[in-house]
Nanobody
Framework: QVQLVESGGGLVQAGGSLRLSCAAS????????MGWFRQAPGKEREFVAA????????YYADSVKGRFTISRDNAKNTLYLQMSSLKSEDTAVYYC?????????????????WGQGTQVTVSS
């Protein structure tokens, strides 16, 4: 069992930056591939970024490539999402998720544990 708690969301102006964190419970965090997803009002949840268990592989949605960076610190059981050059269309609730596999995954199916989400609002 893994419990995930996101933090770091808030209100930011367009062009600004935020760093989201996802703290994981348990001693097996390093065995899970991790991902970030987001859901904007009235839209379905979508993939943002994923990272392998070791951090050696990363994958991004085209909409955030070059602006967002996913990383993890297995010693601290924490996943991060550094977001820069934020746009109004990045406004959403951001969720972290854990998958019982090592590789990067962009679909929701393999993710078995989810956090409660943190709100990011970008004002234009």
């Amino acid at each position: 069992q893994v419990q995930l708690v996101e933090s770091g969301g808030g209100l930011v102006q367009a062009g600004g930056s935020l760093r989201l964190s996802c703290a994981a419970s348990g001693r097996t965090f390093c065995m899970y591939a991790m991902g970030w997803f987001r859901q904007a009002p009235g839209k379905e949840r979508e993939f943002v970024a994923a990272i392998s268990w070791s951090g050696g592989s990363r994958y991004y949605a085209d909409s955030v490539k070059g602006r967002f960076t996913i990383s993890r610190d297995n010693a601290k059981n924490t996943l991060y999402l550094q977001m820069s050059s934020l746009k109004s269309e990045d406004t959403a609730v951001y969720y972290c998720a854990a998958a019982r596999t090592g590789g990067v995954l962009s679909t929701e199916g393999p993710y078995v544990y989810w956090g409660q989400g943190t709100q990011v609002t970008v004002s234009s």
